[in-house]
């Protein structure tokens, strides 16, 4: 590698470690080629559900863990986990604190020069998720379905030339606009993070990454690691980008800056 970038922020979310669909090699290149000062893994990083039915824990599942432990030693690297829905085990020990530079929590404030962002996973505001539980795992096991019908059409793509379709991102989407999910789950968490006297917000849960501005409050959310693969980051001017991962990590680009501080 030529170079190593180091942000102040990185904020990951929805890697899904257990499952068949998690990209846990990629996340963990990412993490081994961009440093930062304080990493916030915003939610389902773990997926407990998947593991209660039989999910596998793999190699790459736990060097995930020892990228992030090596940052941790390396660059002195603050990680800030926040619990999802989908490790919601976290519920039995959190708030923790592990030493200097870990932590569980269920939500943060970040200060980012000026600005303040509420952070959390998201899942606060699904109604599907917290008050009709049984059809949640429903839907996560038809998303697991899903997933696995995508792997067999990309290598049918991959082997007419064809780039990488998301077939099951698009199939989500296109449910959760019918019910307009995704406009009310922005709207709701920008309303939280005003309520909480903060700038903006940082969430996940839908792998959905955005950038978006409402008013005067800013939306993002980091993504996923199972379809998008992408990242929020901060540079130390206090300017947010989406960071995508590229199977040449020396080639890796940010999207232009869409909010600065």
């Not at 990185?10 to 899904?16: A, E, N, P, R």
């Not at 109604?127 to 839907?139: E, S, V």
């Not at 379709?165 to 709701?188: F, G, N, P, W």
Request: net charge positive; charged share 25%.
């Amino acid at each position: 590698m030529k170079h190593n970038t180091h942000f102040r922020t990185i904020v990951i979310s929805d890697v899904h470690l257990g499952t068949s669909g998690s990209k846990a090699k990629e996340v963990t290149d990412f993490l081994k080629y961009y440093s930062c000062q304080k990493l916030i893994l915003n939610g389902d990083i773990i997926d407990g559900w998947q593991l209660r039915r039989g999910g596998e824990w793999k190699k790459k599942h736990t060097a995930f863990w020892r990228a992030v432990l090596k940052a941790m030693d390396r660059y002195d690297t603050r990680v800030i986990y926040l619990r999802g829905n989908h490790d919601d085990f976290l519920d039995q020990i959190m708030p923790l604190k592990l030493g200097k530079f870990f932590s569980i929590r269920k939500d943060y404030v970040l200060n980012s020069n000026e600005k303040r962002f509420y952070i959390t996973h998201g899942d606060v505001f699904d109604t599907i998720t917290t008050q009709m539980k049984w059809l949640a795992y429903l839907g996560d096991i038809g998303y697991t379905f899903l997933l696995w019908i995508n792997k067999f059409y990309n290598n049918y793509r991959a082997w007419r030339g064809l780039s990488y379709y998301s077939l099951s991102q698009q199939i989500k989407l296109r449910v959760k606009q019918a019910v307009s999910y995704i406009s009310d789950y922005e709207e709701k968490l920008t309303e939280l993070a005003k309520a909480r006297n903060c700038d903006g917000v940082i969430c996940g849960h839908i792998h959905q990454p955005a950038i978006r501005q409402f008013g005067e409050l800013i939306y993002m959310n980091s993504g996923d690691w199972v379809e998008s693969l992408s990242a929020l980051v901060e540079d130390h001017d206090g300017n947010w980008n989406l960071l995508y991962y590229s199977t040449e990590l020396e080639k890796a680009e940010s999207q232009p800056a869409l909010y600065h501080s």
